[in-house]
Nanobody
Framework: QVQLVESGGGSAQAGGSLRLSCAAAGHTFNRYAMGWFRQAQGKERELVASITTRGGTTYVADSVKGRFTISRDNAKNTVFLQMDSLKPEDTAVYYC??????????WGQGTQVTVSS
């Protein structure tokens, strides 16, 4: 059974930084692309960033481009989301997910990020 556990969320002021971590267990981590999603209250869940199995290719949504960076450490079975220059509109619950063949199949429980102005 795949387990994904996020950590690192919390509160920050606008312009500040947070680093999210997602520790994976129960599957061969380096065989799976990973993604970070977020869902703000009253809004649909959106893909924030994704990374391929070895980290060679990343995607970052336009809304966070230049501010957020996704990375992974396959030796530690962990994927990270470095969030800089935070804005109040970044407030959301952030989820990491593991991508199967066609879609993201496994999800963490989420971690709350709150950015105050």
């Amino acid at each position: 059974q795949v387990q994904l556990v996020e950590s690192g969320g919390g509160s920050a002021q606008a312009g500040g930084s947070l680093r999210l971590s997602c520790a994976a267990a129960g599957h061969t981590f380096n065989r799976y692309a990973m993604g970070w999603f977020r869902q703000a209250q009253g809004k649909e869940r959106e893909l924030v960033a994704s990374i391929t199995t070895r980290g060679g290719t990343t995607y970052v949504a336009d809304s966070v481009k230049g501010r957020f960076t996704i990375s992974r450490d396959n030796a530690k079975n962990t994927v990270f989301l470095q969030m800089d220059s935070l804005k109040p509109e970044d407030t959301a619950v952030y989820y990491c997910a593991s991508r199967g063949i066609h879609e993201y199949d496994d999800w963490g429980q989420g971690t709350q990020v709150t950015v105050s102005s």
